[in-house]
């Protein structure tokens, strides 16, 4: 069937193959809109949702990414900061001595190999709907209808999210409903040591050298090769949609090679 696929996008000029698949992802998100609506867990995250809009506006909060550079860096001025925290970060809770404000994690691979952890989290925790599966209701967790197609910014997430291949993206889009005027990126390196064919699922054959630690995506783990192009789409469309907002992204990664969002001393910050 695969060769057939290829065969037929091979015989078709490129914009009918682009149109037939926008129809082709654009019917499933279809198929997957009345459970991400009418499911009551779903209606219950809506209901939950509506109440965070805007409940920080005017204040800012800190992105943090999950790089290697987080280990240059000193973290302990963000306890009393309003911060996100992302996929596996809650390793370095102990270290830190506090968690973070808020914790979003929508990759599949993550959701199913961390649920336990995540299920643990006694914080407000964003979930894809899809993590339904792994992870059960409970009091601070909202379910997100995110998608792997569809680009958009939404500027309310009750409705649905597109992904943009980077959990960081989904963050930005929850912190501007949530009001923030300002978004502070740290540990966004935006580089990976390992390199391959974008999203491909690869298991872990020893240490994680892609993360603040080894054991991050440790011996044994699955997960998916980056898509940066696919990232830094999303990355534009954020930049865009906070600046039409009068609101701002900034980027205080230590030696981070994404270059969408102005620079920023760390230290300058406190």
């Not at 805007?54 to 963000?78: A, Y």
């Not at 974008?198 to 020893?206: A, C, K």
């Amino acid at each position: 069937m695969s060769e057939l696929r290829d065969t037929v996008k091979k015989a078709l000029p490129a914009p009918v193959v682009n149109i037939l698949r926008e129809a082709r992802d654009t019917m499933v998100r279809w198929q997957q809109w009345p459970s991400a609506t009418f499911d009551p867990r779903r209606r219950d995250s809506i209901e939950k949702l509506a109440a965070l809009k805007d409940s920080r506006k005017g204040e800012r909060c800190f992105i943090i990414g999950n790089g290697p550079s987080l280990k240059q860096m000193d973290l302990s001025c963000l306890k009393n900061e309003n911060t996100i925290g992302m996929n596996r970060f809650y390793l370095m809770f102990p270290e830190l001595g506090f968690k973070t404000t808020y914790f979003v994690s929508v990759n599949d691979l993550v959701v199913e190999q961390c649920a336990a952890d995540l299920q643990a989290l006694d914080v407000p925790t964003f979930i894809s709907w899809r993590g339904r599966q792994w992870v059960n209701p409970r009091e601070n967790l909202f379910y997100l209808f995110t998608t792997y197609t569809g680009p958009k910014f939404a500027r309310d997430i009750r409705g649905r999210l597109w992904e943009s291949a980077t959990v960081t993206y989904v963050s930005m889009q929850i912190a501007f409903h949530l009001g923030f005027q300002q978004v502070i990126l740290i540990g966004v390196d935006h580089n990976f040591a390992t390199k391959g064919k974008p999203n491909t699922t690869v298991i872990s054959q020893g240490d994680d050298p892609n993360h603040f630690s080894g054991n991050y995506f440790g011996k044994g783990f699955r997960w998916q090769l980056p898509d940066l192009d696919t990232s830094e789409q999303g990355y534009i469309r954020a930049r865009e949609a906070y600046r039409s907002a009068g609101r701002e992204i900034l980027d205080a990664t230590v030696g981070g090679k994404l270059m969408v969002y102005p620079k920023v001393d760390f230290d300058s910050l406190f």
